[in-house]
């Protein structure tokens, strides 16, 4: 009886085996099944030739028209991606039974797309009924041991839950990789309503950042990339005419070559930069009475209002002034404006080396929506600049390389912070933007001087002559503050003579000051030669 027991379930294991073989094989066969037709194809075509003419004109046959194939560029990409999913779908169904994602074949996730990207592979999956996303990030680990692939991320789709992208990271995308040049770096004009390319993400597509109704808190080690990416913004803003720009810089020189184009620039003094706050808060009262008056609640890219972007470096200098009182008002103002600004079309960016509550206030710093952290020292400071837990959620920039400038992690509202390079301007397309970009303002505004003209119906030449002046004033008006404050810090012969050893290098007439001489407009030039707005010591004269 006993034995009579035994035997059944012997038979049962080997049909139960029997059928697990079968259903591998089936599943075999059908993971090969574009490999297998291909081959199909190949041999029946072969035989068919041979058939009629032999095997030696078949075998020739079929040897000129498969490299006539491969020789062709668009069927060979076509076939090679064809086989790069296939390769993706087989390793991927493989990782999910061997990892225990999937419990047989049929349960795998599916492979809908596949490509490959600078960091690795991109596959688009879709998992089956009754899974989710969230069982495939918590494999992640095992999948990545079973794809041979340094990391496995998850990024999942809003609209979909079933499915997703499996972003397979081979290798580090930024490794090596040379300065990334900006993209509008020859344009002649940008919206600000448009995204601005920040930089690229590990899978090599552009990351934008749309700044309307937006503030941007960036921080980083010192000479991670802080003001190169800052500088990308104001390059932007410089590009359109109609954004207001004013600047904050505690160092004197990385937004001093934007002075031509900004309405205010100031430098280490916490007066001028309270100052300045003050301006931007009242233009932003008088907008909201405007818009009160329009009967809007926020400015629109339709009803021709101008944005004002805010660009304060080195944030950290400017919070810690040694005036108690003057570092309350700064601090106050600027909390101000990031808070109420939005709707009034006031941005504020601002760029310090670790926004931690000791020097930036938390009231001010969670204001801010989006978050750049580029290479920081510490799991911990990188949460300061991202927001607490997205460190030990696998988002810290001090697992960033020391060398790579300009790398860092892009938090916008609500989503993960994706990993970027930053694209990267020098000296020389700082000096080129600015430029065009005051060029351009020039033509701006000397158009609406002809508008003026016709609706007063008055003669052009003295219209023109006023606005001449206007131009000419404010110009001067912006380089002699940004000359005082520049003062503050006189360069030594020594540091004077090095900048002007580089600038003698670069062929400019001195540092980046070069850039006005060439083809900024008459006036502004006028106004930059002026005696009077040139004191020989700061570096406004040379921008
Ligand atoms: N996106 C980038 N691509 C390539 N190189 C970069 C990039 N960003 C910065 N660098 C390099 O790193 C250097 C330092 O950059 P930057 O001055 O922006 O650093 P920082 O974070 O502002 O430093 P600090 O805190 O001292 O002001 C630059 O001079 C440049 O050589
Ligand atoms: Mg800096």
């Not at 072969?46 to 560029?73: F, H, I, K, N, W």
């Not at 504020?348 to 020292?377: E, M, S, Y």
């Not at 696998?394 to 020391?402: C, F, L, M, V, W």
């Not at 110009?475 to 900048?499: D, E, G, K, V």
Request: proline letters at 4%; glycine letters at 8%; one cysteine or more.
């Amino acid at each position: 009886m006993s034995a009579d027991v035994w035997m059944r379930g012997r038979g049962r294991q080997r049909g139960r085996s029997d059928g697990e073989l079968a259903l591998g094989v089936l599943w075999a066969l059908w993971c090969w099944r574009l490999e297998l037709v291909l081959l199909a194809v190949v041999v029946l075509a072969e035989r068919g030739v041979a058939s009629a003419m032999g095997d030696t004109v078949a075998m020739v046959c079929v040897a000129v028209v498969a490299a006539a194939g491969l020789l062709a560029s668009q069927p060979r990409r076509l076939l090679l991606r064809w086989l790069y999913v296939a390769r993706m779908r087989r390793a991927v169904g493989r990782a999910a039974l061997d990892s225990g994602l999937a419990a047989h074949p049929w349960s795998v996730p599916r492979v809908l797309a596949a490509c490959p990207v600078a960091a690795g592979d991109r596959v688009r999956v879709r998992v089956g009924r009754g899974r989710s996303l969230a069982e495939l990030e918590a494999r992640a680990e095992e999948l990545a041991a079973c794809l041979r692939a340094r990391e496995v991320r998850v990024l999942r789709e809003t609209a979909n839950a079933s499915e997703g992208t499996m972003l397979v990271v081979r290798r580090d995308p930024f490794e090596g990789v040379s300065p990334l040049r900006w993209p509008l770096v020859e344009a002649q004009e940008f919206s600000l309503w448009d995204p601005i390319a920040l930089g690229v993400d590990e899978q090599g597509d552009a990351l934008s950042v749309l700044l309307p109704e937006r503030n941007v808190l960036m921080g980083g080690e010192p000479g991670a990339g802080k003001s190169a990416a800052l500088s990308v913004l104001v390059a932007a803003a410089a590009l359109d005419p109609s954004a207001r720009l004013w600047l904050l810089d505690g160092k004197l020189v990385e937004l001093a070559a934007w002075a031509p184009v900004a309405q205010r620039v100031v430098g280490t003094s916490g007066h001028e930069a309270i100052e300045v706050l003050r301006e931007v808060q009242a233009e932003m009262d008088a907008r909201y009475r405007e818009l009160l008056a329009r009967g809007l609640r926020k400015v629109g890219r339709e009803d021709g209002l101008p944005l004002h972007l805010v660009v304060c470096d080195e944030l950290a200098f400017y919070l810690s002034l040694p005036d108690r009182r003057e570092r309350q008002h700064f601090t106050e103002l600027l909390r101000d404006l990031v808070a109420r600004g939005r709707a009034a079309g006031v941005i504020v960016c601002a760029a310090t080396q670790k926004p931690g509550a000791d020097v930036v206030p938390t009231a001010l710093r969670d204001l801010f929506g989006f978050r750049v952290a580029l290479r920081c020292n510490t799991p911990q400071a990188s949460d300061t600049i991202l927001g607490q837990g997205w460190a030990s959620a696998g988002a810290d920039a001090s697992t960033i390389p020391g060398g790579q400038r300009g790398v860092g992690l892009l938090l916008t509202e609500g989503d993960r912070p994706v990993p970027f390079k930053g694209f990267y301007l020098d000296d020389d397309d700082v000096c080129a933007i600015a430029e065009r970009a005051a060029s351009k303002r020039a033509d701006a505004w000397l158009a609406g001087a002809a508008a003026d003209q016709r609706d007063n119906d008055v003669s052009g030449l003295g219209v023109t002559r006023r606005w001449r002046s206007r131009l000419s004033t404010n110009t001067m008006r912006t380089q002699a503050r940004w000359s005082r404050s520049c003062s503050i810090a006189p360069r030594t012969s020594s540091s004077a003579s090095a900048l002007s050893a580089r600038s003698a290098r670069r062929g400019t007439a001195g540092g980046r000051s070069g850039c006005t001489a060439r083809s900024t407009p008459s006036i502004l030039r006028a106004a930059s030669a002026a005696p009077s707005t040139q004191p020989s010591r700061s570096r406004t004269a040379r921008c």
